[in-house]
């Protein structure tokens, strides 16, 4: 039961962030909603590779004889990282956008005020 | 918002931002011996660009790094990156030709545990400069436009 | 009634969620290993580089980075070209 709760840290920063995504309206706060499904994510990504006991797959000065963690996982974290920063920018540059233009950042006005 | 901060951390910054930037490379050079690489040592470089923007405002950091050059460093980048792909074409795409050949980059390891060399590695290593080099011009480029446009949106307000 | 019925969905997604991250497998031991085995043995030998995690990301996934580095480059260029009128 206490040995899965990174599984259960996943479901809550996921529950996080779709329910930011459900129920909120401000631009601003569905960006930090996606952020955090992404983090989920990259967690669950994560805490699927791990060994108990277990040290990081580099060999430079690693200790001898202890088994080392699954790194495909830890690549597809980077990647996905990486593509994360990238939308996240993207994302954010398209709400001062709408800013500059409506005035608001209430996804319902923006939507009520030009067609 | 005042176009910069105090003496104090004018200060700070200028002596803080060499480190950040020694850093940065050495996390760049090292991907393939300690954790790190490309990416993480590129996001530290544009992390010291984001301290310049933070404390020198927009103006001064524009005079300091040209957003074309910083623009042309990321397609260099990119550029190269896909040059040691097509090299590797005589077996496959992404073929690691340099790897335990004995030229650039390319002395074979000490298998198991060893202390690190810096000359191996193979594309590895000059793959992990050219996506570092990318990666710092990109998100250089990000935060020196983004902080551009919101000067300019919150200059348009008064 | 449209919050309501978004409540309810969201309320069974979660708890779905909750319910197979307890019916997990337990945390730390992997199920299949056999491909990162192959990857932490013989990556020394077959690239010279001492970090398995870049031999994977530069080298045997190279295809993944291309598209990732791909990636960057299209959004450092929708960011330049979405404030290109508004910076002028």
Redesign the interface.
Known sequence: MIGNFPFVAVVILLGLGIYTLIFKKNLIKIAIGITLIENGTNLFLITLGYRKGAVAPIYTQAPEGVPMVLPTPQALTLTSIVIGVATTALILSIAMIIYKKYGTLNSDEVRRLRG | MKEEMSRIVRTMTTLIYVFIMVYGFYVIAHGHLTPGGGFQGGSVVASAFALLVVTYGNQKTQDFLQKDLLSLLESTGLVIFICFAFFGLGATFFYNFLSNSGSLFGSSATIGVNPGNLNTGGTVTAMNIAVGIEVLAALGVIVLTMSQASETIEKKEK | MK?SV?GFA?LF??AF??LS??G?R?????SF?E??DY??EN?????????????????Y??????G?????????V???A??RE??K
């Open positions: 919050k978004f969201f997604f979660v969620l909750l991250a307890f997990m337990p945390f730390g031991e992997p290993s491909m990162d990857y932490i990556a020394q030998a077959e690239t010279g580089a001492n970090n398995v995690v870049t031999t994977i990301v530069f080298d996934r190279g295809f993944d980075t291309l990732e580095a791909t990636v960057l480059f299209t959004a450092v929708g960011i330049v979405l404030f508004v910076a």
